[in-house]
C-alpha cells in the first residue's frame, strides 16, 4: 500500500482547499504571463527562484488533484 505525505492527506480530505490553492497558483502563473507579454513589463518573481518553487508547487498540485478526481470516480464506479 502507498504511504501518503502528510501534505497530500490534508488536501485529499480537503479537495475545496485543494482546489481554492491549486486555481490561486494558477492564477499567479497565469498573471506572469500577462505582465511579461502583454504589459511588456517583466515582474522580477518570474524569473526568480520564487517563481520557480511556485512553477514546481502547481506540478505537484495538478498531481494531487488528478488523484483526488480519479478517487472519486473510482468511487462511484464501485457504487
Excluded at 485529499?12 to 505582465?35: C, E, H, Q, V, W
Amino acid at each position: 500500500m502507498k504511504k501518503i505525505n502528510p501534505v497530500e492527506k490534508f488536501l485529499r480530505s480537503n479537495p475545496r482547499i485543494a482546489s481554492i490553492i491549486y486555481f490561486s497558483t494558477l492564477g499567479y502563473i497565469g498573471f506572469n504571463i500577462y505582465s511579461d507579454i502583454i504589459l511588456s513589463e517583466s515582474n522580477n518573481s518570474s524569473n526568480s527562484f520564487f517563481g520557480t518553487i511556485i512553477f514546481f508547487f502547481f506540478l505537484y498540485m495538478t498531481y494531487i488533484v488528478i488523484m483526488i478526481q480519479k478517487d472519486n470516480n473510482d468511487k462511484k464506479k464501485n457504487e
